[in-house]
Nanobody, 119 residues
Framework: QVQLVESGGGLVQAGGSLRLSCAAS????????MGWYRQAPGKQRELVAR???????NYADSVKGRFTISRDNAKNTVYLQMTSLKPEDTAVYYC?????????????WGQGTQVTVSS
């Protein structure tokens, strides 16, 4: 099993920045990709950004150029640096981790952290 604990959410004005952190513990050796997902009220959970164990990244079109995902393997932590935040970025942000050879985008989930962007 893998445990994921997010931190760093909060309230910020439009145009501001936040950095989210996700610390992983447990069977870390089994994890390949880690990512950030978000879910706004009344909407489905969607991928924000994802990073593989080798450092390959992919982003949702809506956040390209504004968000940066990074990973510190020594600390078992993944970060999401969010800049130029918009009200439409408001959502609960979840950290996810996928095992090697998994067919799911994520096998483990954190509890989520609220990000609210005011206009």
């Amino acid at each position: 099993q893998v445990q994921l604990v997010e931190s760093g959410g909060g309230l910020v004005q439009a145009g501001g920045s936040l950095r989210l952190s996700c610390a992983a513990s447990g069977s870390i050796f089994s994890i390949n990709a880690m990512g950030w997902y978000r879910q706004a009220p009344g909407k489905q959970r969607e991928l924000v950004a994802r990073i593989s164990s080798g450092g390959r990244t992919n982003y949702a079109d809506s956040v390209k150029g504004r968000f940066t995902i990074s990973r510190d393997n020594a600390k078992n932590t993944v970060y999401l640096q969010m800049t130029s935040l918009k009200p439409e970025d408001t959502a609960v942000y979840y950290c996810g981790a996928a095992r090697y050879y998994s067919t799911s985008p994520s096998d483990y989930w954190g509890q989520g952290t609220q990000v609210t962007v005011s206009s």
